[in-house]
């Protein structure tokens, strides 16, 4: 495991510039690969703190958005709206492997994987079982 990054720590990163990152970050060594998901994993949480649940969808990976539609019987923003995740708070730490990551956040984890476009969640609002793999509320078949 990494330490944590103090300036992952601030929740209120301006949305516009963790989208800049997510999209232009991503490759290169692990911190960069961990900065940009832990940016991806801000930006999906602000999107869904501020309900705009078509830009959080956005942030979603493809299979996980038609998971979740398939779950709900509804589009995705509508299927996010009705999901109660946990109100995340601050980046406590982040890893990646490849193309694959985890974030960790007060509140929340959610798992990320890499794609052309940047990294999108594919699964959130998920806690830790002992000895078991996380219980995630939404997450890709």
Known sequence: MTAPRPRLHRYALSLAAAVLVAGSAGCGGPAAREDAAATAGIAFEAAVASGDHAHACALLAPQTR????????????????????????????????????????SGDTMFLSQFP?????VAAGCAPRPERPYNCLIKGA
């Open 66 to 105: 038609e998971q979740l539609e398939q779950d709900e019987h509804k589009n995705c923003p509508a299927a996010l709206a009705s999901q109660d995740l946990p109100r995340a708070r601050g980046v406590r730490e982040a890893e990646a492997y490849g193309r694959q990551a985890v974030v960790r956040m």
């Open 117 to 121: 476009a940047g990294w999108r969640v």
